[in-house]
C-alpha cells in the first residue's frame, strides 16, 4: 500500500538530539523496513557537537546549507539540492550554515523497532 506524506499535513515537535541541542522535528517513516527518517529545521549557527552513529545516516538537505566535518575529509558546505552520507561509527559535526530544512534517513538504531 503506498503511503503519501503531505506538506500541509506535517506535524512538527522539538526533538533533543546530541549535546543538547534542541530542533524541530516531523517524522516521515519509522519502524518499517528497518529505516527512520524525519525532516528537521535548523536555524542559522545552530550546531550539532562531535558525535557518532551506530549505523548509516543519509542527509538530504532541501533548504539553505549545512557544514559537516569529519575526521576523514574535513570541512565540506552541503548546498541545498546536495546530500551527505555518514559511515556508522564515522565522528562527524554539523552545522547549518543558514536557515536549513533536511531530510535525514537512517538505518534503524533502536532495538525495539528492529525486528529479530
Known amino acids: 500500500m503506498s503511503r503519501y506524506l503531505l506538506k ?4 512538527w515537535e522539538k526533538a533533543p538530539v546530541r549535546g543538547g ?3 524541530d522535528k516531523s517524522v516521515v517513516w519509522e519502524g518499517d523496513y528497518d529505516i527512520r527518517s524525519a525532516f528537521f529545521r535548523l536555524p542559522a549557527g545552530m550546531n550539532i557537537p562531535q558525535h557518532t552513529h551506530p549505523k548509516w545516516v543519509q542527509v538530504m538537505v532541501l533548504e539553505g546549507a ?5 575526521d576523514k575529509d574535513g570541512k565540506v558546505t552541503v548546498e541545498a539540492g546536495g546530500c551527505y552520507f555518514v559511515e556508522a561509527g564515522d565522528t562527524h559535526i554539523e552545522t547549518a550554515v543558514s536557515d536549513s530544512l533536511v ?3 537512517q538505518a534503524e538504531d533502536r532495538p525495539e ?3 529479530g
Open 8 to 11: 500541509e499535513n506535517l506535524s
Open 21 to 23: 541541542t534542541v530542533m
Open 66 to 70: 549545512m557544514a559537516v566535518e569529519t
Open 103 to 105: 531530510l535525514v534517513t
Open 113 to 115: 523497532y528492529i525486528d
